[in-house]
């Protein structure tokens, strides 16, 4: 860490680059002259509403925002409809590849065709405003409009990252309440198909308020059928009006609902409303990006499941009317190679993505790369965890053929779009840092008493006053809300991540400060995969850590205690490798395939304080192989002993 706040290096944008941006130094002086002000003017030039707002911000309610809030309008008719009619149908939305190479091209038209029919299937299966969507898709065109449509009746949407158990999206079904399930056969992942239908029966069977399910076709593999509640996307649309009014709605309508890792057990329902979050993702993409939506085709490599995927592939570019690349599969099928040829093909101009696949290119090799032409490249992002300054370099030079800026964008789910980042035509890019809050947004970096530390200090990285697209709530819990955010320093929302100031004053994120991991920028919490540790019969006890991983960031690794009948059987087939791997493969079915533990150490005891807290600082230690530190504090120091003894058998 000390080495990184040395790094002195520093990217000036170019003057040719700077000249045509989108921002200029100006935009910030706006913003601090009048931030609410600077705000309502974004919300009225990037968005359309059916009817003006006359108050900015009301924080009465605090912690609970409300931005815009006597204004209404439509997320849907703002990605798509107000394109078509200012003559843009014609502009491809969507460019869509399949991981087996099969490929669509979505204009504005088709989109609002086909937005405007799955509208109207949901409505037929009953959907009505305020309702809630489960989404349980892979990444084709149909995710991104099936949130539409859900936007388009004001039906809040719900999306559960495809990759997630079964087990996981029965609970995110039934915390929102979820009338009908939009999900599909299956997709294609590493060159075959994947079922998906199957974990949505299955999520069913444990029973759910759920009433329809609409199947979207991808693989056309065979898939169960329940007669009278599933539904053949094909049909729906089908027999569904191509034509729908979209519904306004008010300016605080929630929009959507998405779970995400907090450092209980529980995960944490985030809600999203429509005005202030569309009018901050709008001008981020606008922005951050340097986006000129006639020009450029923009890649954002996130899965809709996440947050990205929601700001930065749905709601921020359609919104804006770009044109963007969807990708369906992994970036090695069929070759190391796949993403460099689509970014020749399609002539990506705009590609963000996240620290761990740009350390996964870099471990693959430049020539991967070095087959494409990439000339067509002129913003590169990151996203998803601090980036190491070899990494941006490599994204910067390999990539970007030292020539193209680098955003390093800091921001979360519950902030629903960028925070702090540099902006490429006026900041000069420090690699590794994500730099300075973005124009109307302001964070400090606090010591333990709250007080801002000086330049060169660390401490806790805070938001001191509200942003347009702030989660608006943990959905059924506004106890937890408060709670989460708001109590460490009054007033002010707390991010959860470490930080430091430079001497220029530039932040620097140093990681999560609670106990949730970051693994490839997916944010996973320790307590959630202890307890599903723990619910597997031979477990007694168990206690997780994240621990430092070069391409993942962290990885999970588990220290557990078999009951004593199950380390008897275990010890007596021989049978240790065994167990560990019906572990792991527990933690997928409970969770799903990225919370699988990257290894599971056996112990006889865990380090714990005389009050019975976990220390998980010494696991961590032993994790990333280093000496246990301070054993002092232990109710049994020789815990450590033999747990690293353990290790070594
Ligand atoms: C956490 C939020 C934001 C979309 C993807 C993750 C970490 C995110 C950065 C960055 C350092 C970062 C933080 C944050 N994080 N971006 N540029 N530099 N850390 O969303 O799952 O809600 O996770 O990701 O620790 O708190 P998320």
Redesign the pocket.
Known sequence: MENLLREERSFPPSPEFAAQANAGPDLYERAAADREGFWAEQARELLTWSKDFTEVLDFSGAPVARWFGDGRLNAAYNAVDRHVEAGHGDRVAIHFEGEPGDTRTVTYADLKEQVSRAANALAALGVRTGDRVAIYLPMIPEAVIAMLACARIGAPHSVVFGGFSAEALHSRINDAEARVVITADGGYRRGKPSALKPAVDEALAKGTPVEHVLVVERTGQDVPWTEGRDVRGADALAAASPEHTPVDVEAEHPLFILY?SGTTGKPKGILHTTGGYLAQCAFTHKHVFDLKPETDVYWCT?DIG???GHSYVTYGPLVNGATQVLYEGTPDTPGKDRWWELVEKYKVSILYT?PTAIRTCMKWGAEYPGKHDLSSLRVLG??????NPEAWMWYRRTIGADRTPVV????????GAIM??PLPGVTAAKPGS?QVPLPGISADVLDERGEPVPNGGGGYLVLTDPWPAMLRGIWGDPQRFADTYWSRFPGMYF???GAKKDDDGDIW?L??VDD?M?VS???LSTTEIESALVSHPMVAEAAVVGAKDDTTGQAVVAFVILRADALERADEAGEGEDVVAELRNHVAKEIGPIAKPRSILVVAELPKTRSGKIMRRLLRDIAEGREAGDVTTLADSTVMDQISKGMQR
């Open positions: 995400t996130a996440w947050v990205t996240a990151s996203v998803g965890e601090p980036i390093d964008t800091w921001w979360q789910t519950e902030t702090i980042s994500a991010a959860g991540d994120l990681g999560r949730v970051n920028g997916h944010r």
